[in-house]
């Protein structure tokens, strides 16, 4: 289970010595309830299944080779995003886009309960909230390849 609220970033923290990893993650099947994506975080290859909407989604996650990770890339057909990620305290990944999403930052903070993403109060570098946004999920942003107006009605799920 992934129990996950996002968010844009109002002011970055400083990155320097932050660790970090570069990732490409293509989509090769999305629906409105499911998600198949290939992901290569540094030197791993992972197939991922996310089934659900929301707040609350399953997971499931496949450690797969780097040729099987070359074999399927093709179907992704463009449907791609390229970030760089930094893990901060508290759970908090904070996601820097590339390429056509250059200009787009995010913050991720993963729970284990719902209890404790209801009680949390994010810090004050935080910006609006874009969880139940769905321009904001990856998998919009990479089948747009743009990124989404703060200024537009947010589309919730």
Request: net charge negative.
């Amino acid at each position: 289970m992934e129990i996950e609220r996002k968010y844009l970033i109002a002011t970055l923290p400083p990155l320097a010595g932050v660790l970090s990893n570069n990732i490409l993650q293509g989509y090769l099947a999305i629906d409105d309830t499911h998600e198949v994506r290939l992901r290569q975080i540094g030197p791993d290859y992972i197939l991922t299944v996310k089934v659900g909407t929301g707040l609350v989604r399953q997971e499931h996650e496949t450690v797969i080779s780097k040729q099987q990770f070359s074999l399927l890339w093709p179907a992704v057909n463009d449907r791609s995003v390229s970030k760089v990620r930094y893990y901060l305290p508290d759970d908090i990944s904070v996601d820097i886009y590339e390429g056509p999403l250059a200009g787009l930052t995010v913050a991720e903070i993963e729970f284990d309960t719902v209890r404790a993403s209801d009680s949390y109060i994010p810090p004050h570098w935080f910006g609006p909230e874009v969880t139940s946004d769905l321009r904001f999920k990856n998998r919009s942003l990479a089948s747009a390849g743009t990124i989404p107006s703060i200024d537009q009605d947010i589309s919730k799920e």
